[in-house]
Nanobody, 121 residues
Framework: VQLQASGGGLVQAGGSLRLSCAAS????????LGWFRQAPGKEREFVAV????????IYSESVKGRFTISRDYAKNTLFLQMNSLKPEDTAVYYCAARTSLTTLARLIDYWGQGTLVTVSS
């Protein structure tokens, strides 16, 4: 699986952004897809994940209620709608794939290249 993330940018606190991740391959529905992020000087952390069927989602406590993960099977694309953004959301966001749900970066099978989100105060 090849993943290509896009949609990052500069936004003011309280604003919104929508990240996209285009996935290649014919087995899109076989993979759980997720988002992780890494701020400067920090470890990569889990943000959200959605199951292959789309029926299950998990969010980190820091984004729950503000971010929504979704996937479009016709377009083989993963999305992350980010609302009420805070300066602490500033990071490089990576999309990721694995054959089953996980919140652990060390278990991810495939990574996208990352897209930078900067939230100004």
């Amino acid at each position: 699986v090849q993943l290509q993330a896009s949609g990052g940018g500069l936004v003011q606190a309280g604003g919104s952004l929508r990240l996209s991740c285009a996935a290649s391959g014919r087995t899109f529905s076989s993979y759980a897809l997720g988002w992780f992020r890494q701020a400067p000087g920090k470890e990569r952390e889990f943000v959200a994940v959605i199951s292959g069927s789309g029926s299950s989602t998990i969010y980190s406590e820091s984004v729950k209620g503000r971010f929504t993960i979704s996937r479009d099977y016709a377009k083989n694309t993963l999305f992350l709608q980010m609302n009420s953004l805070k300066p602490e959301d500033t990071a490089v966001y990576y999309c990721a794939a694995r054959t089953s749900l996980t919140t652990l970066a060390r278990l991810i099978d495939y990574w996208g290249q990352g897209t930078l989100v900067t939230v100004s105060s």
